[in-house]
């Protein structure tokens, strides 16, 4: 039994802001679903882009044709949420996204195979992802309390980690035994829940101070991100890991040359990682004890990058991807404190844009990082690679760390950007 006042210990992720909230509880729910969905589109793309052009290089441009929207649009898109009703733009972006995957199933119904259109779709779902993150990431502080965001995060970890891992399976078993058309079409009827939900919600206005433009402007944005340390401090953190630290392009050549293994051994080792942060995700109760973000940060960008340069030292697969599952938990715990300050440290007129800036460094991240690795991997070789960026990364985030040394004292009970 817990003392009087004092907090009960939790080990599993913490229900709580389902529990209390039935717009979170709605919300949450559908976009759950929805990305299950999203992740089975994006597997149907890629093997019918495979199965009209039978090239690799063609497939590895669908990557391409989403990142650019969803930079460039990532800014703006934010600048929108801090303008208009943040449900009212849910909505729009929510519905462009089923109404772009009933464009799929149509196609593919009609028999319209062409890559053009597929590259096209690829990049309009960018755009509308790029409209709706900002707008539905900057309500939640709006439906919960300040002390349940971090299990609100955590949540949202398992819904991105288990549509990772989930939906390319269901997507794939849905294509071979249905078609494109199939997997399309569910995805298509999965956004009725999100929509259901973001239509249930109260009006979303952003909340201005006295003197705030009416339209926000990117430039305001970033400006105010440069004079707010902690922020900063929570993107230089995630770049340390997810730049000089991601080995994810160097799996396919590891597979072989270590572990002696083949494009199955390469699909552990990229499943490793999001065992582990669906891991951290579902025992997640603990978290919300925790006030020294911060600290919490640091400490889990360190041990990612740990992890990362023992993995480089491993010859034997099963250990191997024992460290990375051990850095994809501490991926999951890093994420839950980045997010849940940026929430809590950003007047409400500002959350928009700062998710934006979010969304650049999430997606743009890893991908520098796969550059990266496979330039590092090719100039010397696999393991300085792996081992080497574990280190830098460990290294980069000390120094950040000693740089600006009240990001390491942040409280979250008086939250300062």
Not at 209 to 225: H, M, T
Not at 251 to 271: C, E, K, M, Q, S
Request: proline letters at 5%; hydrophobic letters at 50%.
């Amino acid at each position: 039994m817990t003392g009087a006042g004092r907090p009960k210990r939790r080990i599993l992720a913490d229900l709580t802001p389902l529990r209390t909230s039935v717009h979170y509880r709605r919300l949450w729910i559908g976009n759950t679903v929805s990305w299950l969905g999203q992740a089975m589109t994006a597997l149907a793309i890629s093997l019918q882009v495979y199965d009209i052009t039978r090239s690799s290089f063609a497939v590895g441009l669908v990557g391409l044709f989403s990142l650019v929207p969803l930079v460039v649009f990532g800014l703006y898109g934010g600048a929108i949420a801090d303008t208009v009703d943040r449900r009212k733009l849910g909505l729009a972006s929510s519905s462009g996204l089923c109404l772009l995957s009933f464009v799929l199933a149509g196609s593919a119904l009609a028999g319209f195979h062409e890559v053009w259109l597929l590259y096209s779709i690829v990049a309009l779902q960018a755009v509308c992802g790029a409209l709706n993150s900002p707008a539905r990431t900057s309500m939640i502080p709006r439906l919960l309390p300040p002390e349940q965001l971090p299990a609100a995060n955590a949540l949202g970890s398992i819904t991105t980690t288990s549509g990772t891992m989930l939906g390319p399976m269901l997507g794939g078993l849905v294509v071979g035994v249905w078609g494109y058309q199939a997997a399309y079409l569910i995805d298509a009827l999965t956004f009725s829940v999100a929509l259901y939900a973001m239509w249930r919600l109260p009006s979303m206005r952003p909340e201005r101070g006295e003197g705030a433009a009416k339209r926000a402007s990117v430039v305001d944005g970033l400006r105010f991100l440069a004079t707010r340390p902690n922020i900063r401090m929570t993107f230089f953190t995630d770049m340390c890991a997810m730049v000089l630290a991601h080995p994810r392009a160097l799996f396919p050549a590891i597979a072989v040359l270590w572990f002696g293994g083949d494009a199955r051994t390469t699909g552990l080792l990229v499943a490793a990682p999001a065992v582990g942060a669906l891991l951290g995700g579902v025992f997640s109760g603990w978290l919300g004890q925790i006030r020294r973000h911060g600290l919490a940060i640091l400490l889990a960008v360190a041990a990612w990058g740990t992890a990362i340069a023992v993995f480089g030292l491993t010859r034997n697969l099963w250990l191997g991807m024992f460290f990375l599952a051990l850095a994809g938990c501490a991926d999951t715990v890093s994420m839950v404190f980045r997010s849940t300050m940026l929430q809590a440290a950003t007047p409400d007129e500002m959350r928009g844009r700062l998710q934006g800036v979010f969304i650049v460094v999430v997606a743009g991240g890893p991908r520098l990082g796969d550059f990266l690795a496979g330039s590092v991997g090719d100039l010397t070789s696999p393991q300085l690679a792996v081992t080497g960026g574990g280190l830098a990364c460990v290294v980069a985030v000390g120094l950040f760390a000693l740089k600006w040394r009240g990001f390491a004292r942040y409280d979250a009970r008086s939250p300062q950007a």
